[in-house]
């Protein structure tokens, strides 16, 4: 895909998971990545040493999200750790990718699971943009980790699927306010992943096929399925793509 060296790239959440795939695809393709973690410092400097292994580089930022000041505490690490690496400040892509979900038919779901999950899954990454936004350079990319839940009805992670659902209008709404600077926003919608926070899902080798039926391939996602499409739209060669939702799902639900 498309270089890029002497490109800046924050991805929230990148200790782990669909983050930790993210983080390295954007180092292999040039670009010196911020490796944001919530609590998990050990994993994030698993991250962080991967992507120096394999010729990247990466630095750590440490902010948790969803509590009163998220967004000022991320990136005034991030400005710190920037300036100590050496580099130019400044920001070219933003991924946002940290999220919680937690369990619950409408019936289960309490205030605090409710406020929990739009705390870190849509007012963090409303926030975080904004800021963000202070930092970007014109022609910047911002793209938002959203899910297969907001396209299909999910009764047991409801709140989880309202709080995705808002990320993808902020999308939309947001490509159109920021075409004027070159900045395109898109959201990236992922199926069952294999990752820790469905782990308990397929616990079993019987759960774990049933889940793997859910897609046409017959196969749960790896990291790397969402991380390769997060890099094309991170590249220039998605330069004339703006406002959309990509279903990264392997056919599922079809």
Same mark, same amino acid.
């Given at each position: 895909?498309?270089?890029?060296n002497?490109k800046t790239?924050?991805?929230?959440?990148?200790?782990?998971?669909? #983050?930790?795939?993210? @983080?390295?695809?954007? /180092?292999? %393709?040039?670009? +010196?990545? !911020?490796?944001?973690?919530? *609590?998990?410092?050990?994993?994030?400097?698993?991250?962080?040493?991967?992507?120096?292994?394999?010729?990247?580089?990466?630095?750590?930022?440490?902010?948790?999200?969803?509590?009163? #000041?998220?967004?000022? @505490?991320?990136?005034? /690490?991030? %400005?710190?750790e +920037?300036? !100590?690496?050496?580099?130019? *400040?400044?920001?070219?892509?933003?991924?946002n990718?940290?999220?919680?979900?937690?369990?619950?038919?409408?019936?289960e779901v309490t205030?605090?699971?409710?406020?929990?999950?739009?705390?870190?899954?849509?007012?963090?990454?409303?926030?975080?943009?904004?800021h963000?936004?202070?930092?970007?350079?014109?022609?910047?990319?911002?793209?938002?980790?959203?899910?297969?839940?907001?396209?299909?009805?999910?009764?047991?992670?409801?709140?989880?699927s309202?709080?995705k659902?808002?990320?993808?209008?902020?999308?939309?709404?947001?490509?159109?306010?920021?075409g004027?600077?070159?900045?395109?926003?898109?959201?990236?919608?992922?199926?069952?992943?294999?990752?820790?926070?469905?782990?308990?899902?397929?616990?079993?080798?019987?759960?774990?096929a049933?889940?793997?039926?859910?897609?046409?391939?017959?196969?749960?996602?790896?990291?790397?399925?969402?991380?390769?499409?997060?890099?094309?739209?991170?590249?220039?060669?998605?330069r004339?793509i703006?406002?959309?939702?990509?279903?990264?799902?392997?056919g599922s639900?079809?």
């Open positions: 895909m498309g270089d890029l002497g790239a924050l991805v929230t959440g990148s200790s782990r998971g669909i #983050g930790r795939g993210i @983080a390295q695809r954007l /180092a292999r %393709d040039g670009a +010196l990545v !911020a490796v944001h973690y919530g *609590s998990n410092d050990v994993a994030a400097k698993e991250t962080v040493e991967h992507i120096a292994d394999a010729g990247g580089r990466a630095f750590l930022i440490g902010a948790e999200l969803g509590v009163p #000041g998220d967004a000022e @505490a991320l990136f005034a /690490a991030f %400005d710190a +920037l300036a !100590a690496y050496g580099a130019e *400040s400044g920001l070219d892509i933003l991924v990718n940290a999220a919680l979900s937690i369990p619950g038919h409408v019936g205030p605090e699971d409710f406020d929990r999950s739009i705390a870190v899954n849509t007012k963090a990454p409303f926030f975080v943009i904004q963000g936004l202070r930092r970007m350079r014109d022609g910047g990319r911002i793209i938002n980790i959203s899910s297969a839940v907001t396209s299909t009805a999910f009764p047991s992670t409801i709140a989880y309202l709080s659902g808002a990320v993808d209008t902020l999308t939309l709404t947001l490509a159109k306010d920021l004027e600077r070159g900045i395109t926003v898109n959201t990236v919608a992922p199926g069952f992943i294999e990752t820790d926070m469905n782990a308990a899902l397929r616990a079993t080798p019987e759960a774990h049933q889940l793997a039926a859910i897609s046409v391939f017959n196969r749960l996602g790896k990291p790397t399925d969402i991380a390769d499409v997060v890099g094309f739209l991170a590249s220039d060669d998605s004339w703006t406002g959309q939702r990509f279903d990264v799902s392997g639900m079809l």
